[in-house]
């Protein structure tokens, strides 16, 4: 690893931070260096907050240390003023003489501008540092505005005989253990949207929240097509905004946090799916059931990540688990549980 490597990293490991809070922006760290010392950092906390460049630069105590120094930031500074102003201005009028840059914004309305601006401003500006790195941190955002769908990530529970429950039960049966379970929680807090089908509402009346987790719940999306779930289950509560999809020739009235949308059935489900969450701004979701909402997606290769937990005890009998031929690209121990993540690249 190199110098400009070694401070990159850093950039995204702070910028990591942020994970969760700063939807719809993009995940950002700054490292300020001069003559080889850190005398700033920030990240991106919060959208409608500071940029990561902006609190770095506050951070150093001797702003003339500033026309010095060189500035290491994970995506690069943005040109337009939104919720605040322009980053790529403020290194400018901080006479920041070099930029190194991981990887190009995606954003129409940033890509390419922020690091022609700094060279019109005659700055040296490197781009590319750990550049892979870099944008695998903001693949949601990346996803989103690439590829004009959220981020999907595909997760289960199933036993070492390939079930994700049996075929009756009486409340939720656990596969997974505590801690497992805790892991879901907190990647509920990382994303923007969750998702599930009308079976897996029906047998286990979900709650899809962080109850296990500190961060915030995700919003709540059920493809119910008949709308046959009833408003005693938890998904009704009002307490996270709700979004219902169901055939377009049924009707239903829009409540507090519940929004019901239509969409037509004898065409692809999932395409349809797609664009509405694209036109609500949903920039990831996770799909946690059942097996035939997971299977779909599956069937139709649109996921781009996938967590497939498998516990210790075996069913015999049951609700098949999906089918899915890959290879993981990571394989751990969570206690009793066998973890594995994919990818779809």
């Not at 996803?143 to 009486?170: C, G, M, N």
């Not at 408003?231 to 009704?236: K, M, R, S």
Request: glycine share 6%; proline share 4%.
């Amino acid at each position: 690893m190199n110098i400009h490597e070694k401070y990159m990293s850093r950039c995204i490991q702070l910028a990591k931070k942020g994970l969760g809070s700063t939807y719809p922006n993009p995940l950002v760290g700054c490292v300020i260096v001069h003559k080889n010392k850190i005398i700033g950092e920030g990240w991106h906390e919060k959208a409608g907050e500071a940029h990561a460049e902006v609190r770095a630069i506050a951070s150093v105590k001797n702003h003339e240390l500033l026309k010095e120094s060189q500035i290491y930031v994970s995506l690069e500074p943005c040109s337009h003023y939104g919720k605040t102003p322009p980053c790529a201005n403020l290194i400018i009028d901080k006479k920041i003489p070099e930029i190194i840059i991981g990887a190009v914004d995606p954003f129409a309305e940033v890509s390419g501008n922020g690091i022609k601006k700094l060279f019109e401003a005659g700055r040296k500006v490197r781009v590319g540092v750990l550049e892979k790195e870099c944008l695998d941190l903001n693949k949601r955002f990346n996803t989103f505005h690439q590829k004009k769908r959220p981020y999907i990530i595909l997760k289960w529970a199933e036993t070492p005989d390939s079930f994700v429950a049996p075929k009756t039960q009486d409340g939720i049966f656990w596969i997974s253990n505590p801690y497992s379970k805790q892991m879901v929680h907190k990647w509920r807090s990382e994303e923007v949207a969750i998702i599930v089908g009308t079976n897996t509402a029906l047998k286990d009346n979900p709650q899809l929240n962080t109850r296990s987790w500190s961060g915030k719940s995700p919003i709540r999306i059920v493809i119910d097509k008949n709308l046959k779930l009833t408003e005693d289950l938890h998904l009704f509560d009002a307490s996270v905004q709700t979004y219902i999809f169901h055939h377009l020739e049924l009707n239903a009235k829009d409540k507090k946090n519940l929004n019901y949308i239509g969409i037509d059935f004898s065409k692809n489900v999932l395409n349809q799916l797609m664009e509405k969450l694209y036109q609500l701004k949903i920039q990831s979701v996770i799909i946690e059931g059942g097996s035939q909402t997971l299977q779909s997606f599956i069937d139709q290769n649109l996921w781009d990540e996938a967590r497939v937990f498998t516990g210790q005890n075996k069913l015999n009998n049951g609700i098949k688990a999906p089918k899915f031929d890959f290879t993981p690209i990571l394989t751990e121990k969570i206690s009793t549980d066998i973890f594995k993540t994919y990818r779809n690249d």
